[in-house]
């Protein structure tokens, strides 16, 4: 897909899917990071060790890891996507310029997973600047099966989820099922309102997350210190100087990358009965 063409989808509906971004060996190889990473956690959880950044979640008597957030620190490896030209382009191209990433994370869903994620907004605050989560798929996501689920539009809507839930239960709005295969990418705004339901199959379902958003308005926002934003332009720097195959191999995290992390909250819906 051109990157006019991304960019302008995004700018219009608030998301867009990309069709086989990753290469399927890429895929295969991430694949491989996920699991060591996740087999790693898990032993560390039944050592009992307390693990920041990590929620697993206690299911018929089974521990599972379901998200990992400050990705880099327990897998540096999966930085090598920073360094994928073909992912980053279209990123530029949304983005407009030059791009650090906030956050980045990994979420697994699996069976005895029995909830999946009800519909919000990756950041309260509303704003036109194009800031963006992108989602790496390393395994088919299923409309029938809980795959993401978006309202069009709705990162240029006043209204709050609350209210975006509302209307989307008396047919007001209208959501759209993304149904994505491996190696694509999905990337929404974080104003798009989405959801997700629980795993219906007994297939594990990872995606690997990141947010991007300009340098510039990282330089302007006063909740970045110039620290963390010189940690992360020496990320990017690092990881352009290498080639991916070295990145995946080689490449190693600052001791303190994550001393300040500080993004936005995210927007949900809480409701308690009067």
């Given at each position: ?11 219009q ?30 032993s ?9 950044n990590v929620a ?11 998200r ?19 992912l ?12 650090l ?6 979420v697994?869903?699996?069976?005895l ?5 009800d ?23 299923i409309?029938?099966q ?20 509302r209307?989307l239960s ?16 999905v990337?929404h ?13 007994s297939?594990?379902?990872r ?20 620290q963390w ?10 990881i352009?100087?290498?080639n991916?195959?070295h990145?995946q ?26």
């Amino acid at each position: 897909m051109e990157t006019k063409l991304v960019s302008e989808q995004l700018k219009q509906q608030g998301f867009v899917l990309i069709k086989q971004v990753i290469e399927p060996s890429e895929v295969i190889a991430l694949g491989h990071f996920c699991q060591h990473l996740t087999d790693d956690v898990k032993s560390q959880h039944l050592a009992g060790r307390s693990l920041n950044n990590v929620a697993i979640m206690q299911q018929a008597g089974e521990p599972f890891v379901y998200r990992i957030n400050s990705l880099f620190q327990f897998q540096p490896r999966f930085a090598c996507l920073l360094a994928h030209t073909k992912l980053m382009s279209y990123v530029e191209a949304i983005v407009g310029e030059p791009v650090l990433p906030s956050y980045e994370s990994i979420v697994i869903k699996n069976s005895l997973d029995s909830l999946g994620f009800d519909w919000h907004r990756d950041m309260a605050v509303k704003t036109q600047e194009p800031i963006i989560t992108l989602g790496i798929y390393l395994d088919d996501a299923i409309a029938e099966q809980g795959a993401l689920k978006v309202v069009p539009g709705s990162h240029c809507s006043q209204l709050c989820v609350c209210d975006i839930k509302r209307q989307l239960s008396d047919s007001r709005l209208q959501s759209v099922n993304v149904t994505a295969k491996a190696g694509d990418v999905v990337i929404h705004h974080v104003n798009t309102a989405h959801c997700s339901g629980r795993q219906e199959s007994s297939a594990i379902r990872r995606t690997i997350y990141f947010e991007f958003r300009a340098v510039s308005h990282f330089i302007n926002n006063p909740r970045f210190s110039s620290q963390w934003i010189e940690k992360r332009q020496a990320l990017m720097a690092n990881i352009k100087a290498l080639n991916l195959e070295h990145t995946q191999r080689h490449f190693q995290l600052p001791n303190d990358f994550y001393n300040t992390q500080q993004i936005e909250a995210a927007e949900y819906c809480f409701e308690f009965a009067q």
